[in-house]
Structure formats: C-alpha cells, structure tokens
C-alpha cells in the first residue's frame, strides 16, 4: 500500500471534520431557540432548562466518555459516540414541548461528550509534544467553524422546509462521520500508509515502554488537573453563552428577525477559528523567542486570550446590534485561543494513555460552569437584563488565567529547560 507523507494532517482533518459536524449538530437547536420559543411555546426559563439538560448530561459524561475511549481505543470510541449523537441530533424533530425537547437534549449530551476527550487524544497520538498546540488549535477549529456554518444551513433549512428537517439533516451528517471515522482511523502503530519517518517524528522524545492502563485515580490526583479543571469551570460559560444565547438575545433584546441574524451569526464564530489558528503558533514563538518553558508558552497564550475578552463586557455600552455582534466576535476569538492552550496543557501534563480521561474530567468542570451560568441566565436575563451577565464573563476569564499561572506556571530557579515537554515530570 502506498504511503503517505504529511499523513498526521489528513488524520488532523478528519478530527477537524467530526468537530465541526459535532458542533453543528450542537448548535441547531441555539439558533432554531426564536422559532421554537414560539411553536413550542416555553419560556426563556424554560428554554434555559433544554439547554442546561445538555449541559448537564455532557458535564457528567465527559469523564466516562474520556475513560471509554481511553479504554477501548480511539477508532471504535469515537465511532460508537458519533453514531449515538447524530441518532440523537436526528431525534430532536420529534419534540412536542420543552420537557421532551429537554430529554434529546441530554442524550445528545451524553453522546457528545466524547468529542473533545477524543480530539484532544488524536493530537496526543499523532503529534510530538512541539506540533501538539498546533495541532489542537487546528482541530479545534472545527468548533467555530461548525458554529459558523450552522446558522446559514439551520435557518434555511427550518424556512425552506421546517425545522424538524434541520435537525434531522444536522443529525444524519453525524451518522455519516461515524462511518467515515471508522473506515478511515488508524492509531499511527497500526496505520498501513505511514513512513517510517513520519512514525519516528511522531515518536519523538517519547519513551518505548509499555504504558499501564487509563486510571481516573491518577488523573483526579494531580495538581495540575485541578488547575487545569478550575480554568475549565470558569471559561467554559463564554462559549455556551456564544453558543446558546446569541441567537435569543439578538432577536429578543436587539431586534433583529432571525433573517436578518442569520446574515451576521457566522462571525463570532469565524473569529473563534482565527483564535484556535493563531493559539497554536503562539505557543511556539513565545517558547522560541522569550526562552520560555513550553508550559509557560502555552500560559502567556492564555493571558493574551483572556485580556481580549474585554469585548462582552463592553456590550451593554453599544446600542448597534452590528457592533455588539462585532464584540461577541472578539469574545470569541478570545475565548477560542485560551481553551485551544488549556487542551495544550493537557497533552502536556498527561501520558497519553490519560489523556482523554483527562480531558473529560475537565470538560465536566466546564460544562458545569457552563449549566450553572445559564440557569442565572434564565433566571435574571428577564430583570436585570442579558448585558451585566455577559461582563461576567471577563471577570472569568481573568481569573482563570490567575489560577494556571498559579497553579501550572514553571517559575523561578526549579523551572525545566525551555522548548521542552513537562510530560516526564508531571506532578
């Protein structure tokens, strides 16, 4: 069989591929939020509850997710829980009401929770610790890009015919990446169209000994994680409030009709890709031109990522819904750069046969920042009003970069040598 040289790349795609349809499918009920508010008559409570049904479910499964997939391997894992969530997205057509709209809700929840742990492992197992930034920013792309697409193929759909059909075309599409994910994944041992070469540079640094088994004894008991999960935990409502709320605070609070959203919905997230991108090359620059530890590289992307999150913060002081969409974009961008580095710093903290435990455990802290923080969303957005929520979000995100420079940071005398991995000496 012929081989292929840069194959990583295309492995790196196919990732990038699942994600994007991931979030497709995760997104279509956040945009259809208006027309469903409407035809299926709940509130702004009720709809904060169909989502933290999600949030929930997803926050409790990304652990076991991770644990499966770190178990029984990364093809057929990821494989099994894209076939589920596309099932699942499939089945959001049949709600009659908030409550059952609520239970697909938290099946996809729980299917989904696979899909970071699982993209986060494919950059461990394919990359050397100094592509691994790169790596996750890329594949992390295919979040904001998935958020971007969606709104214009959601809209039309649901206006073209209903939106009953957008949510089962957004579902087949996972259906279509389970099978593709399968035929196509192999682990770089076992891949038949890899160079010797390129199995060596991915090998790079790593020793040839025998790895014992996922432990989420071991994960739990590092400090790192703890570090790692707090910063979750506090930067995760950014994107769940881009993610769920824009659609219903746009056309509820800033007028627009869901036409005329669909014509600006993609930029947020289209700022979001540029935030994965430009995370994963500023890890090495800072780590090449200021001699930092790869460690302190990755924490100094974080800070830059959550100063620019100024922008939600700066909403209520715009009375242009064009230019709120423009500070929504830039919390985005933010937002996308500091949680493309907290994947980083997972690959860097952990052997790779915990990984996507991981990283499950730390989507679960995040996912249950982000359920809380949408549940005050429902409760207050009808009083107070949405923007003093969304300047909470910069309060959060800089408190999350204190807490990994804290907590993570390679300081003074004892720090390891700079452009190095921290993974032999994880606490």
Not at 360 to 368: E, H, P, R, S, W
Request: glycine share 10%.
């Amino acid at each position: 069989m012929k081989k292929i040289r840069g194959l990583r790349w295309q492995i790196l795609a196919l990732m990038m591929l699942g994600t994007i349809v991931n979030y497709i499918d995760r997104n279509t009920l956040g945009i259809l939020a208006p027309q469903l508010k409407e035809q299926l008559h709940f509130t702004t409570e009720q709809y904060s509850y169909v989502v933290s049904a999600f949030q929930l479910c997803y926050s409790l499964m990304q652990p076991v997710a991770g644990y499966i997939t770190d178990l029984i391997g990364l093809k057929f894992g990821y494989a099994m829980f894209a076939m589920v969530w596309g099932l699942a997205a499939a089945m959001h057509a049949l709600a009659g009401g908030w409550q059952s709209m609520a239970f697909f809700r938290g099946l996809l929840g729980v299917s989904e929770a696979a899909a970071m742990p699982s993209g986060v492992k494919t950059s461990t197992l394919w990359f050397p610790a100094k592509e691994r930034s790169i790596a996750t920013g890329w594949f992390n792309t295919g979040s904001s890009v998935g958020a971007m697409v969606a709104p214009p193929l959601v809209i039309w759909l649901s206006v073209t015919y209903d939106w009953r059909v957008a949510f089962i075309v957004t579902g087949l599409l996972g259906v279509g990446m389970s099978l593709l994910w399968l035929a196509l994944y192999r682990n770089p041992e076992n891949h038949p169209r890899l160079t010797p070469e390129e199995h060596d540079y991915i090998l790079e640094g790593r020793g040839q000994v025998q790895l014992p088994k996922p432990s989420m004894k071991r994960v739990l008991a590092k400090r790192k994680f703890w570090g790692i999960a707090a910063a979750r935990f506090l930067t995760e409502p950014a994107w769940q409030t881009f993610s769920f709320w824009i659609p219903l605070y746009m056309v509820s609070t800033r007028g627009m009709d869901i036409k005329q959203f669909a014509l600006f919905a993609w930029l947020p997230f289209l700022f979001g890709d540029l935030g994965c991108v430009l995370s994963g090359y500023l890890s090495p620059f800072f780590a090449k031109r200021f001699k930092m530890t790869l460690v302190n590289s990755r924490i100094a992307g974080i800070g830059i990522g959550a100063v620019c999150m100024i922008g939600p913060a700066l909403i209520g002081l715009s009375s242009s819904p064009i230019t709120a969409i423009f500070l929504f974009s830039l919390g985005a961008f933010a937002h996308q750069m500091l949680s493309s580095l907290l994947y980083a710093l997972v690959t860097d903290s952990f052997d790779k046969q915990d990984v996507a435990t991981a990283t499950g455990f730390g989507g679960m802290a995040g996912y249950l920042g982000g359920m809380i923080f949408s549940l005050i969303i429902g409760q207050l957005a009808s009083t107070i009003g949405y923007e003093p929520l969304f300047a909470c979000l910069t309060v959060f995100d800089l408190t999350a970069f204190a807490v990994v420079a804290l907590v993570l940071g390679q300081w003074g005398k004892n720090a390891p040598p700079a452009i190095r991995s921290d993974l032999a000496s994880a606490d």
